[in-house]
């Protein structure tokens, strides 16, 4: 009977099993797990027994894909079989690598085994990734998402005809859809990436110093698409962009290509680039892939090839298209190794593209190549970049080659932003939206085209000691900067931003601002207790007192919030927070220099219908605090304020600093303790116009109702 039941549910699993990629295993089952600098989601087996078999449940006909690892000593391995199949096992000879399994399975089973055997020394561990189960027939399709690091918009033949480098990428705009004016998030890379990969804002998504990690509790792009039925693949170079930040969420595999090492030594576009050549060989006729690949030659430290620096330097012309007048010596020459570094990295995807034409892959596959942010070379007076906000950094280049070169020679010369392209990519595919994306899809099914619209952009850099905002709307540029010398900026009249309109545009500017204060708000309105924590580490835990839900934000695992109870409509939540002092690597002038950075925990309330919040601090002596922007201590083992309170109300674009000037007391060990400061954002008054339809803006505008 059970012999009956078994064969039964088997077939009635392969007739129902859909075509496409699944994944049998919770994601809360699953670790990171790096070796060779590849990280996959995995299970870590326990020593003993020897020999276990992992269930992948109900599974129809299909191809199961497992890498496995040992941890052990010398002589460590392990044998990996599908129970009952017929297939030879596969064998990983060797601790500390990665080594790729696939199998067989002819016919459905109702509860499948994956039977894993370690062998050499009792200690030996196995550790197996997130099996992948193919269905059905093969389905064609590559989405391929190419990141250009530090590429300036205005150094590439396609939007500068002066500059004959990225021919290559113009041969890819000929195929495809030019993006004329899409502004990046940030000027440094975590921030703008992260914007990218969710389709959020920067106020939004929160990743914006050099310690904050990308949310987990945030859709990405590479989530979405393995919800899809996608495989999912990432080569990156940058070490912003590696698991430790959050960013292998969603990938199946995360390959780290030189990252680790990097800016010691750099790995060019040539190698990473044959990576992907070999998984396409190994993947695309199996299921549709997503690849997202992060290229760092055009990043300081330069150092092209000397054929590329050749061209560069002979051609007068090209060399004197350098930003700056007067130019000085040392950044003509730099400026000379940063255009050859573009154009080795051109030649090497033109390669691939070639590759792909050669393969019958490339009119199928749908291709994005995109920047993160620009580069300076003193048109502003500085150099690199992560310290302005100005054009050269913002106005990035991006390429999209749709299936069959759809559209091919299209330019969109509205203003669409970073968070515009996942959605718009997401939207082709006709795969679910990401949730809560501050970004548009542009993408119209319907009538197979693009919404064309232009819509406002905000931008924003917290790094080092630099701190600002910057909104573009129709032809007005602002950019607020916290030491207090902002600016206004006519882009049509003054598109290399030297006259600041400012001075004799005070109610423009105001506008204006209070457009970036309201895109600000829709993440930052409510109550924020932020815990700075001083040169030691301590845990500090508080109590808070609020009529509203309460979450937290900058968290580590060792940090716990949880609901205490609810009285009178009032909730009361506990926080217990490990506040460690963290390592933290910056790179200057080619060097690496590692200190460490006081760690900060964010408590957030982001109703608008909570008046009040009390703050117990119980532990130890009073606590020190400060409310809002105040550089006055104060102290307290408790606080209670109220939304009325001016010394607690901040404008949502005005910069926070932790901690006050005064930051002086000592705590026993002798150095700095934590210190607690509160503010509240008030909700916006009114709706940003990119919340609004066009069309019913319009509407409004002919009624006589102004911004």
Same mark, same amino acid.
């Given at each position: 009977?059970?012999?009956?039941?078994?064969?039964?549910? !088997?077939?009635?699993?392969?007739?129902? &099993?859909?075509?496409?990629l699944?994944?049998?295993?919770?994601?809360?089952?699953?670790?990171?797990?790096?070796?060779?600098?590849?990280?996959?989601?995995?299970?870590?087996?326990?020593s003993?027994?020897?020999?276990?078999?992992?269930?992948?449940?109900?599974?129809?006909?299909?191809?199961?894909?497992?890498?496995?690892?040992?941890?052990?000593?010398?002589?460590?391995?392990?044998?990996?079989?599908?129970?009952?199949?017929?297939?030879?096992?596969c064998?990983?000879?060797?601790?500390?690598?990665?080594?790729?399994?696939r199998?067989?399975?002819?016919?459905?089973?109702?509860?499948?085994?994956?039977?894993?055997?370690?062998?050499g020394?009792?200690?030996?561990?196995?550790?197996?990734?997130?099996?992948?189960?193919?269905?059905?027939?093969?389905?064609?399709?590559?989405?391929?998402?190419?990141?250009?690091?530090?590429?300036?918009?205005?150094?590439?033949?396609?939007?500068?005809?002066?500059?004959?480098?990225?021919?290559?990428?113009?041969?890819?705009?000929?195929?495809?859809?030019?993006?004329?004016?899409l502004?990046?998030?940030?000027?440094?890379?975590?921030?703008?990436? &992260?914007?990218?990969?969710?389709?959020?804002?920067?106020?939004?998504?929160?990743?914006?110093?050099?310690?904050?990690?990308?949310?987990?509790?945030?859709?990405?792009?590479?989530?979405?698409? *393995?919800?899809?039925?996608?495989?999912?693949?990432?080569?990156?170079?940058?070490?912003?962009?590696?698991?430790? #930040?959050?960013?292998?969420?969603?990938?199946?595999?995360?390959?780290?290509?030189?990252?680790?090492?990097?800016?010691?030594?750099?790995?060019?576009? &040539?190698?990473?680039?044959?990576?992907?050549?070999?998984?396409?060989?190994?993947?695309?006729?199996?299921?549709?892939?997503?690849?997202?690949?992060?290229l760092?030659?055009?990043?300081?430290?330069?150092?092209?090839?000397?054929?590329?620096?050749?061209?560069?330097?002979?051609? &007068?012309?090209?060399?004197?298209?350098?930003?700056?007048?007067p130019?000085?010596?040392?950044?003509?020459?730099?400026?000379?190794?940063?255009?050859?570094?573009?154009?080795?990295?051109?030649?090497?995807?033109?390669?691939?593209?070639?590759?792909?034409?050669?393969?019958?892959?490339?009119?199928?596959?749908?291709?994005?190549?995109?920047?993160?942010?620009g580069?300076?070379?003193?048109?502003?007076?500085?150099?690199?970049?992560?310290?302005?906000?100005?054009?050269?950094?913002?106005?990035?280049? !991006?390429?999209?080659?749709?299936?069959?070169?759809?559209?091919?020679?299209?330019?969109?010369?509205?203003?669409?932003?970073?968070?515009?392209?996942?959605?718009?990519?997401?939207?082709?595919?006709?795969?679910?939206?990401?949730?809560?994306?501050?970004?548009?899809?542009?993408?119209?099914?319907?009538?197979?085209?693009?919404?064309?619209?232009?819509?406002?952009?905000?931008?924003?850099?917290?790094?080092?000691?630099?701190?600002? !905002?910057?909104?573009?709307?129709?032809?007005?540029?602002?950019?607020?900067?916290?030491?207090?010398?902002?600016?206004?900026?006519?882009?049509?009249?003054?598109?290399?931003e030297?006259?600041n309109?400012?001075?004799?545009?005070?109610?423009?500017a105001?506008?204006?601002?209070?457009?970036?204060?309201?895109?600000?708000?829709?993440?930052?309105?409510?109550?924020?207790?932020?815990?700075?924590?001083?040169?030691?580490?301590?845990? *500090?835990?508080?109590?808070?007192?609020?009529?509203?839900?309460?979450?937290?934000?900058?968290?580590?695992?060792?940090?716990?919030?949880?609901?205490?109870?609810?009285?009178?409509?009032?909730?009361?939540?506990?926080?217990?927070?490990?506040l460690?002092?963290?390592?933290?690597?910056?790179?200057?002038?080619?060097?690496? #220099?590692?200190?460490?950075?006081? %760690?900060?925990?964010?408590?957030?309330?982001?109703?608008?219908?909570?008046?009040?919040?009390?703050?117990?601090?119980?532990s130890?002596?009073?606590?020190?605090?400060?409310?809002?922007?105040?550089?006055?201590?104060?102290?307290?083992?408790?606080v209670?304020?109220?939304?009325? %309170?001016?010394?607690?109300?901040?404008?949502?674009?005005?910069?926070?600093?932790?901690?006050? *000037?005064?930051?002086? !007391?000592?705590?026993?060990?002798?150095?700095?303790?934590?210190?607690?400061?509160?503010?509240?954002?008030?909700?916006?008054?009114?709706?940003?116009?990119?919340?609004?339809?066009?069309?019913?803006?319009?509407?409004?505008?002919?009624?006589?109702? *102004?911004?």
């Amino acid at each position: 009977m059970l012999l009956a039941l078994l064969i039964t549910c !088997a077939v009635a699993c392969e007739r129902a &099993a859909p075509d496409g990629l699944t994944r049998p295993w919770p994601a809360a089952d699953l670790a990171l797990v790096t070796f060779q600098n590849t990280t996959l989601n995995a299970r870590r087996l326990t020593s003993e027994p020897r020999t276990q078999s992992l269930s992948l449940g109900p599974t129809p006909a299909s191809e199961v894909s497992v890498y496995v690892a040992v941890e052990g000593s010398d002589g460590s391995g392990a044998t990996v079989d599908l129970d009952g199949g017929s297939a030879p096992p596969c064998v990983v000879d060797g601790p500390s690598h990665w080594q790729a399994c696939r199998f067989t399975l002819p016919r459905g089973t109702a509860n499948l085994g994956l039977r894993v055997a370690v062998t050499g020394p009792a200690e030996t561990r196995a550790i197996v990734s997130q099996p992948l189960v193919r269905t059905g027939k093969p389905k064609p399709g590559l989405v391929l998402v190419i990141l250009m690091d530090t590429v300036r918009r205005d150094r590439l033949v396609t939007f500068e005809p002066r500059i004959p480098i990225g021919t290559a990428l113009d041969r890819l705009a000929k195929d495809g859809v030019v993006f004329d004016r899409l502004y990046s998030s940030s000027s440094w890379t975590r921030t703008a990436v &992260a914007t990218l990969l969710t389709g959020l804002d920067a106020s939004a998504h929160g990743v914006l110093g050099r310690d904050d990690v990308l949310p987990s509790e945030r859709d990405q792009l590479a989530v979405a698409l *393995q919800r899809g039925g996608w495989h999912t693949v990432a080569w990156s170079t940058n070490p912003n962009i590696i698991p430790l #930040w959050g960013f292998a969420r969603g990938f199946d595999v995360f390959h780290d290509v030189g990252a680790s090492v990097w800016p010691t030594a750099k790995v060019h576009a &040539a190698p990473v680039l044959a990576h992907v050549r070999a998984a396409l060989d190994a993947d695309l006729g199996a299921f549709p892939a997503f690849y997202y690949v992060h290229l760092m030659d055009p990043h300081a430290p330069y150092v092209p090839s000397e054929d590329d620096l050749k061209f560069v330097t002979d051609d &007068a012309a090209l060399l004197a298209t350098v930003p700056h007048d007067p130019v000085i010596p040392i950044i003509r020459n730099e400026y000379a190794r940063y255009l050859a570094e573009i154009r080795g990295m051109d030649r090497a995807l033109g390669s691939l593209f070639d590759d792909l034409r050669a393969g019958h892959l490339y009119d199928d596959a749908t291709i994005l190549v995109v920047s993160d942010h620009g580069e300076e070379f003193r048109d502003h007076g500085g150099t690199r970049h992560g310290k302005t906000l100005y054009e050269e950094m913002l106005r990035v280049p !991006a390429f999209l080659k749709l299936p069959g070169n759809a559209l091919a020679g299209t330019r969109i010369a509205a203003e669409t932003g970073l968070a515009d392209l996942a959605p718009t990519l997401l939207g082709l595919l006709g795969t679910d939206p990401l949730a809560g994306a501050s970004g548009r899809n542009l993408w119209n099914a319907e009538h197979h085209a693009f919404n064309a619209t232009s819509a406002t952009q905000t931008a924003v850099l917290k790094l080092d000691t630099f701190d600002l !905002a910057a909104l573009v709307a129709d032809t007005r540029k602002l950019i607020l900067n916290h030491l207090g010398n902002d600016q206004l900026f006519d882009l049509p009249t003054d598109p290399l931003e030297k006259q600041n309109l400012l001075p004799a545009a005070e109610s423009s500017a105001a506008a204006l601002r209070s457009d970036l204060d309201a895109r600000i708000a829709r993440e930052a309105a409510g109550w924020h207790v932020r815990v700075c924590g001083g040169d030691t580490a301590e845990r *500090q835990q508080l109590r808070v007192h609020v009529a509203s839900e309460l979450r937290g934000a900058l968290l580590e695992p060792t940090d716990e919030v949880r609901l205490v109870g609810k009285e009178d409509g009032v909730a009361e939540y506990a926080a217990d927070l490990e506040l460690a002092p963290r390592a933290s690597t910056r790179v200057v002038v080619g060097q690496v #220099w590692t200190g460490m950075r006081p %760690d900060e925990d964010e408590l957030v309330v982001t109703a608008a219908d909570a008046p009040r919040i009390v703050v117990d601090m119980p532990s130890g002596a009073p606590r020190r605090y400060a409310l809002g922007t105040s550089t006055d201590e104060r102290e307290g083992a408790e606080v209670s304020v109220a939304v009325d %309170d001016p010394a607690v109300r901040v404008r949502p674009s005005t910069p926070i600093d932790c901690r006050p *000037q005064s930051w002086t !007391a000592t705590a026993p060990s002798g150095g700095r303790s934590a210190y607690v400061r509160i503010w509240y954002v008030a909700p916006s008054e009114r709706v940003p116009d990119g919340q609004v339809d066009p069309a019913l803006q319009e509407r409004l505008r002919a009624l006589g109702y *102004q911004r």
